[in-house]
């Protein structure tokens, strides 16, 4: 099973970032590519149209509109966009700060048409783009920053650096092995009807073990135990590093335990099945197939209750 | 085996950190307690001495200098200090900044003589100081920030709240199982003879496998397969969080491949046992105990070469 945002073929060739001759030479060649990203999402080519339903079949018909990047254009190589790395075809690849907002397609509709590679690039181009929208200032100094390293470091007058910013999030699945049923919340303003997996960043100074713990507990009320990693997703919104789990209940009551879901509740392998099925006329919503969520519960879904062990990479 | 930095049995009762009253009635109990943290570490209580040999055995005598809060001190409970949760005896947990950095103990060596659960509230409690300091301004709009949610949240003029920043780093144990040996680097700075394992921060848009994969070939020209995921370690310097994964070997000469490492190589299992056996007077010498690299090295060291599998919790 594939995870949307995961693909990763490009290669980010990092020792170029600090040969300013190579890079300057990359963006002025032929073969230069920028990836354009802008606070509505991603530029595609020309599909933008199918990319309107996150509940269509998996499409992976579109692509990235890739730009050629014209000598008037450099100047937005330079800040607040960066070297990528190097495509499967040679191709030095660039995020371009979008000009025109309306042109872009959202970067989750995106990933349904888009293959797993190209979503992958955007992901990272759209990651790397609003990293450096928000840290147009010091948070040492209050200084103005200017973008180095080919757009892979911030750094202001007074010398301080800051390097891209990644938010580790644990997404887990509380599964009770004896009933055969997992535990997944709602939000007060999520679509009707939507369940999916517990969540929430890791705090400083906290295992991922303890912030699974931690964040069921606070959720839902329920303690586990034999937390096991699954796979991990990048989610570029704006910077988070989903990380996912499955634990097994080991205690309490579920309910929704604070403000940060109305509704907790277990949730049979046949409600599943039939929600996993049935797509949007199914009495429960599972999340779209975009998420790290669906895929832990699709996952737990295929394997036999008793014998769940983490995924073979 | 334990981690050091991992040990987290306080109550973080995030839900308090929105409760101003009962912030200010905690900080205002005879209960409340203060982890003295500054630029140099953390004030431990009258065993700093004893803390001063990373390579002495684990002796767990040490304790937190827990400090009572005064009233002159309220100030700075409020900013840059935080609420760090609830101890196990109900006392309200406060991060204090230190006002002498002279009585403060490094915490590396702070970790060697603490129990783990005083080594991971001094872990929190740096962590989140760090963070403060680091962030008085606003990365977004240069404008100053103030502390809000009892520490878990700065928040600038203009309404731009930024919260605590942890950093994912993967480090990895590179397993050759044909040949029952392991692959390790040393940087230039350190000490001589100390190898370790690969590590390297996770970049934007990319998966932990992904970051696994691309540092191992950036640093020593291998590639891998099968990574898994052991362990993690939160690691306070001044902000990361260490992913600890095993990976099999799939191909490539090991060599130093960049400039981060000056020397990787491949080291038997009769050498790790060896110098984990002597401490520093082995020929090699591995990192001390409270890395999660040497947990790496000795669970692979504790483990059948031909049954390697995940760490089971």
């Known amino acids: 099973m594939t995870i949307p945002f995961a693909g990763d073929t490009v290669d980010r060739a990092g020792e170029r970032r600090t040969q300013p001759e190579w890079i300057e030479a990359a963006v002025a060649s032929p073969e230069a590519r920028g990836i354009v990203v802008g606070r509505s999402g991603v530029l595609l080519d020309g599909v933008a149209e199918a990319a309107s339903d996150p509940w269509a079949p998996e499409q992976r018909t579109g692509s990235l509109g890739l730009a050629r990047i014209e000598p008037g254009e450099?100047?937005?190589?330079?800040?607040?966009?960066?070297?990528?790395?190097?495509?499967?075809?040679?191709?030095?690849?660039?995020?371009?700060?979008?000009?025109?907002?309306?042109?872009?397609?959202?970067?989750?509709?995106?990933?349904?048409?888009?293959?797993?590679?190209?979503?992958?690039?955007?992901?990272?181009?759209?990651?790397?783009?609003?990293?450096?929208?928000?840290?147009?200032?010091?948070?040492?100094?209050?200084?103005?920053?200017?973008?180095?390293?080919?757009?892979?470091?911030?750094?202001?007058?007074?010398?301080?650096?800051?390097?891209?910013?990644?938010?580790?999030?644990?997404?887990?699945?509380?599964?009770?092995?004896?009933a055969d049923r997992v535990l997944l919340g709602r939000k007060a303003d999520w679509?009707?009807?939507?369940?999916?997996?517990?969540?929430?960043?890791?705090?400083?100074?906290?295992?991922?073990?303890?912030?699974?713990?931690?964040?069921?507990?606070?959720?839902?009320?329920v303690t586990v135990t034999g937390t096991r990693y699954m796979a991990s997703q990048p989610w570029p919104f704006p910077a988070s590093l989903m990380l996912g789990f499955e634990a097994d209940y080991a205690g309490g009551e579920a309910r929704a335990a604070d403000a940060e879901l109305e509704s907790v509740r277990w949730f049979s392998r046949e409600e599943l099945a039939t929600a996993a099925g049935e797509g949007h006329d199914s009495p429960i919503l599972l999340p779209p197939r975009l998420a790290i969520a669906r895929h832990l519960i699709d996952g737990w879904l295929g394997a036999r209750a008793s014998q769940i062990k983490p995924r073979d990479r």
Do not use: K
């Not at 025109?100 to 759209?126: M, N």
């Not at 009807?193 to 507990?217: D, I, K, N, W």
């Open 74 to 178: 450099r100047a937005h190589v330079a800040d607040p966009v960066a070297f990528l790395g190097v495509g499967a075809d040679g191709a030095p690849l660039f995020a371009l700060e979008a000009g025109d907002e309306d042109r872009l397609t959202d970067l989750r509709l995106a990933a349904s048409v888009l293959s797993p590679e190209d979503a992958g690039l955007a992901a990272y181009a759209a990651a790397l783009r609003n990293w450096h929208r928000s840290h147009r200032f010091c948070s040492r100094c209050g200084e103005p920053t200017r973008s180095g390293e080919a757009g892979h470091v911030r750094v202001c007058a007074n010398g301080h650096q800051v390097h891209p910013r990644t938010d580790p999030v644990v997404i887990m699945l509380v599964v009770d092995n004896a």
């Open 191 to 221: 679509p009707q009807r939507r369940y999916s997996a517990l969540a929430g960043f890791v705090e400083p100074g906290e295992t991922l073990e303890a912030a699974v713990a931690r964040e069921v507990l606070e959720e839902s009320g």
